[in-house]
Every structure is written in structure tokens, then in C-alpha cells.
């Protein structure tokens, strides 16, 4: 093959590559109102997830319930313990969250900086993302550094929420199949049913969210 053909064939290849469309959700779980789906991620050997449901709550409560730190191991999956480490306001604290696994696979935690917003819609957003140092890593625990996760409520009414959660995490360590699987399908379940139960409990019923009454106060 001449040159000329030869670079030709490679930059037509490389076009093809960069116009393939984008990987899409596929849905895997699909039961009790709460649906799953995962996507392949370009240049990840790990999924993202995506969890979503429609509660018959209001959109503070759900935010109360989240914001709510300590009270992480009542509804997320395999959470074990959950605190808030460092913070300047409401809105952009950095937690310190320890995942338990099942034996004989060793136990992760992490410190994730988080980032709440408010949009003109009323959805609240909660972003975060792992970051190094603040808490010293330990001997019993593998700190997870790469990932992403996020909670989006995004108000259907007065009593009426879609609650979305997407998370990219990379597990870290030596980490089998099965509970890679577990991890992906089956703890964003868990933890979306752990919310549900949690936050229709009336705990939150009175919860004051000050970043949100603020953004009342202005309109």
C-alpha cells in the first residue's frame, strides 16, 4: 500500500472514531418504581451508573435527608459511617464516607468535596468528587481517589420529586467480578429504596434548608 493510501485509510478511520455517536443508557433494572441503567465510558474501564425514581415528597425534604450526613449508613448502601470533615458554608462541605464490603474484599472510603446548587427550575443538584488528603488513609480501608457522584431533584410539584443519582467511581484495589457487579446494579437499588423509606419516615417533614429558603426569599 502506497503512503499517500496508506495515511488516507488512517485519517478516514480516525473521522469514523471521533464521529461515532455517544454510548447510551442502558436500562438493567427495572422494579418497584426504581430504575437502573448503566453506560460504558469512553477511555474507563469502569461503567457509570444512573438510579432513578418519583417520590410523592417535597423536593426540601429529599434535600434534608441527603444533607443529613451522619445519617448516610440508614440509607445508603454499605455505608458504614458517614461525617462531615471540613466545611466553609452549607452548601460545599468535604465528608469523609467509609464503605463497607463484603469479606473477604477490603473494606474503601474516601473524602468527597461536595457542591450543592440551585437552578432557576428548582433542582437541586448535589455534585461530588474524591479528593486527596484532609482525613490520613489507614491500614483497614483502600481510599478511593478517582470518581464522581450526584443527586439530582428535580421538583414535579408541590409534593412531587424525580430523584436521579449517576455515580463513576473507580473501585480501586483487587475488586472481583461479582462484587463489581453488586456495586453497580445492586447498591444503587438498595440506596434508592433506603431513601424512600427514610424520607416518607416524616423525619424531614419540618426540615429548614437554609440555601433554599434563601433563593425563596429573592424570588
Not at 51 to 63: G, I, K, Q
Not at 89 to 95: A, F, G, N, S, V
Request: aromatic share 6%.
Amino acid at each position: 500500500m502506497k503512503p499517500f493510501t496508506l495515511v488516507l485509510l488512517l485519517s478516514l478511520l480516525n473521522q469514523t472514531a471521533l464521529a461515532a455517536p455517544e454510548k447510551t443508557w442502558e436500562l438493567k433494572r427495572d422494579n418497584d418504581g426504581i430504575q437502573i441503567y448503566t453506560k460504558s465510558l469512553t477511555g474507563s474501564k469502569f461503567k457509570a451508573v444512573k438510579a432513578e425514581m418519583e417520590l410523592a415528597v417535597p423536593t426540601r425534604e429529599l434535600v434534608a435527608l441527603v444533607m443529613d450526613t451522619e445519617a448516610c449508613p440508614e440509607w445508603a448502601a454499605l455505608c458504614k459511617a458517614s461525617e462531615i470533615v471540613q466545611q466553609t458554608t452549607e452548601t460545599d462541605p468535604h465528608i469523609y464516607t467509609l464503605t463497607q464490603l463484603p469479606w473477604p474484599v477490603k473494606d474503601r472510603d474516601a473524602v468527597t468535596r461536595v457542591v450543592w446548587t440551585l437552578d432557576d427550575s428548582g433542582k437541586v443538584t448535589m455534585s461530588a468528587e474524591f479528593v486527596p488528603g484532609i482525613v490520613p488513609e489507614t491500614k483497614k480501608a483502600t481510599r478511593l481517589t478517582r470518581g464522581t457522584t450526584a443527586f439530582i431533584f428535580q421538583p414535579l410539584g408541590p409534593a412531587q420529586t424525580r430523584v436521579t443519582s449517576h455515580a463513576h467511581i473507580d473501585p480501586g484495589g483487587a475488586t472481583p467480578a461479582w462484587i463489581t457487579n453488586m456495586l453497580l446494579v445492586g447498591s444503587p437499588f438498595e440506596t434508592m429504596q433506603g431513601i424512600r423509606t427514610l424520607v416518607t419516615s416524616g423525619r424531614y417533614q419540618d426540615a429548614q434548608i437554609e440555601f433554599l429558603e434563601s433563593a425563596r426569599a429573592t424570588q
